[in-house]
Nanobody, 124 residues
Framework: QVQLVESGGGLVQAGGSLRLSCEASGRTFSSHAVGWFRQAPGKEREFVTSVSWTGGSTYYADSVKGRFTISRDNAKNMVYLQMNSLKPEDTAVYYC?????????????????WGQGTQVTVSS
């Protein structure tokens, strides 16, 4: 069974930065695309970004493009989300995900494993 553990969430002022980390157990990590989703109170979970199994391709939601950067380290079974220029509307629980495919996708229905989530709160 694969487990994903996120860390790095917290409270930050608008315009600030945070770096989320996600550590995966098991050997499936390096052979699948991984990504991040988020869910704000009262809203559906939404796609944020994904990276292909090699790390060579990335895909971002328009709302975070140019501000967020996803990266992965397959040797360490880690995926990271660098979040800059944070806005109050970025406030949400952020979830790490392993997809069932190799290349970048955005559909939550293609997620094979979910993390437990980490809270990010951006104050204005």
């Amino acid at each position: 069974q694969v487990q994903l553990v996120e860390s790095g969430g917290g409270l930050v002022q608008a315009g600030g930065s945070l770096r989320l980390s996600c550590e995966a157990s098991g050997r499936t990590f390096s052979s699948h695309a991984v990504g991040w989703f988020r869910q704000a109170p009262g809203k559906e979970r939404e796609f944020v970004t994904s990276v292909s199994w090699t790390g060579g391709s990335t895909y971002y939601a328009d709302s975070v493009k140019g501000r967020f950067t996803i990266s992965r380290d397959n040797a360490k079974n880690m995926v990271y989300l660098q979040m800059n220029s944070l806005k109050p509307e970025d406030t949400a629980v952020y979830y790490c995900a392993i997809f069932s495919v190799l290349n970048v996708v955005s559909a939550p229905g293609l997620v094979k494993y979910w993390g437990q989530g980490t809270q990010v709160t951006v104050s204005s």
